[in-house]
């Protein structure tokens, strides 16, 4: 309700109404720019995807021309099967580290507290660090092929980085190492918030650990591994720079991703329509994992 500012207790009121409404008040701002610089762009970049734009933005509509040409590029089919490849063996071994790294600590082992700050430790640093330091340890001419050389073994051989066949192995590698921690943490957090009645019902019924582990609480932690499969989904999805800092794409292209096709083609190419295309599609593939993971949560809580 608006005040009367015609009234002698007009000021009263004006504070009144300001204190209810501070709150959107405050927000109002944050609110504005997030639908401007975020979905009026999402919004601009799927119109520009449908026009003929090069170098500068054109808005003639000329429907999905861009997405044709996207999908007869051998450059975008190398990059989508490097996504495949490089989620796949991302998100397991990621998932597979991370549980079995949460599954020793929570046996509450003396060196708990150092192990777990070294497993989380990564978490800390970025992914342009972590590509940085594995682009040196991997590198053939001063990383872990070099050391083993100069041991004497002069046959050895690990130029993983430079070889087009086995450079996306280095990827998961470093991302693996980076990841792995956060994913223990919310086994962790899961393992730890289980109900130890079931837990201590189960001993006395004479079930071993592992069948424990296998029947009881692995199965009952569905909900933290959707919620780091999706977490590990999006980061896989959207990985630039990892893959930027480390190959650079390469050697050649045999590395690309689409996230930095989409880069290539805007900011190297010119050719802003493509990379348009190739971001709405890397959007409708995130938002086909996100939609489905939100629903099952929302429905879930519901329930509840």
């Not at 999905?64 to 989620?87: H, K, P, T």
């Not at 700050?117 to 990564?122: C, K």
């Amino acid at each position: 309700m608006e005040p009367d500012f015609s009234r002698p207790d007009s000021a009263f009121a004006v504070s009144r109404w300001f204190q209810a409404n501070l709150p959107r008040i405050v927000v109002a701002p944050s609110f504005v720019a997030v639908m401007v610089f975020v979905y009026g762009f999402i919004v601009w970049t799927a119109y520009i995807s449908m026009t003929r734009s090069k170098l500068l933005p054109r808005y003639d509509f000329e429907g999905f021309f861009q997405y044709g040409r996207l999908w007869s590029m051998d450059r975008w089919q190398v990059a989508l099967e490097n996504l495949f490849v490089f989620s796949g063996l991302f998100i397991f071994f990621c998932m597979a580290l991370g549980l079995l790294l949460a599954i020793l600590l929570d046996q509450r082992i003396r060196v708990e507290g150092a192990l777990r700050t070294i497993y989380l430790y990564p978490m800390a640093l970025s992914f342009v660090v972590t590509g940085t330091a594995w682009k040196w340890i991997l590198n053939p001419g001063l990383g872990i092929e070099k050391v083993v050389q100069d041991l004497g073994f002069t046959d050895f051989q690990f130029n993983w980085l430079v070889d087009p066949d086995l450079a996306i192995y280095t990827i998961v590698i470093a991302g693996v190492w980076q990841s792995s921690g956060f994913v223990m943490a919310m086994f962790l957090a899961g393992l730890r918030s289980i109900d130890q009645e079931i837990l201590k019902a189960a001993y006395m019924d004479g079930a071993s650990l592992p069948k424990i582990y296998l029947r009881i609480i692995i199965p009952s932690m569905r909900p933290v591994f959707l919620s780091a499969f999706v977490v590990l989904a999006h980061l896989a999805i959207k990985s630039f720079d990892l893959v930027i800092v480390l190959t650079r794409g390469g050697p050649g292209y045999a590395t690309d991703m689409p996230a930095t096709f989409m880069y290539a083609m805007a900011f190297q190419r010119g050719r802003i329509g493509l990379a348009a295309a190739s971001a709405t599609i890397m959007l409708m593939t995130v938002m086909a994992i996100m939609v489905p993971y939100l629903y099952s949560e929302l429905r879930r809580k519901r329930d509840e």
